[in-house]
């Protein structure tokens, strides 16, 4: 099982990214897939999870409305479309992925995945 994501940069607030997660050595239709993100001297904290269908999307409250995330199981891959980003949005993101689906009250708890990929910088700033 590999992750490999992409797609962070620097931007300015109110601005947008998409980031990527690419999967590879397993069948992604098959594993929940989650964004978690750490920002300097915090705990890691989940973001949005693909859950089995669209309609089992799970966010992080300070995200919904502007964060989407999307999964592609044919191309083996995961987007998060973030917009209006803030200032507080600023973090390494990971994606992570584990066999089988979770309960939606547990698909932000990085506890519960076992594959991580190596992360991707976001930056908002002026």
């Known amino acids: 099982v590999q992750l490999q994501a992409s797609g962070g940069g620097l931007v300015r607030p109110g601005g947008s990214l998409r980031l990527s997660c690419a999967a590879s050595?397993?069948?992604?239709?098959?594993?929940?897939i989650a964004w978690f993100r750490q920002a300097p001297g915090k705990e890691r904290e989940g973001v949005s999870s693909?859950?089995?269908?669209?309609?089992?999307?799970t966010y992080k409250q300070s995200v919904k409305g502007r964060f989407t995330i999307a999964r592609d199981n044919a191309k083996k891959v995961v987007f998060l479309q973030m917009n209006s980003l803030e200032p507080e949005d600023t973090a390494v993101y990971y994606c992570?992925?584990?066999?089988?689906?979770?309960?939606?009250?547990?698909?932000?708890?990085?506890?519960?995945?076992?594959?991580w990929g190596q992360g991707t910088q976001v930056t908002v700033s002026s």
């Open positions: 992570a992925a584990r066999p089988g689906f979770l309960v939606t009250s547990a698909t932000l708890n990085p506890e519960y995945y076992d594959h």
């Open positions: 693909a859950g089995r269908f669209s309609g089992l999307n």
């Open positions: 050595g397993f069948n992604l239709a098959d594993y929940a």
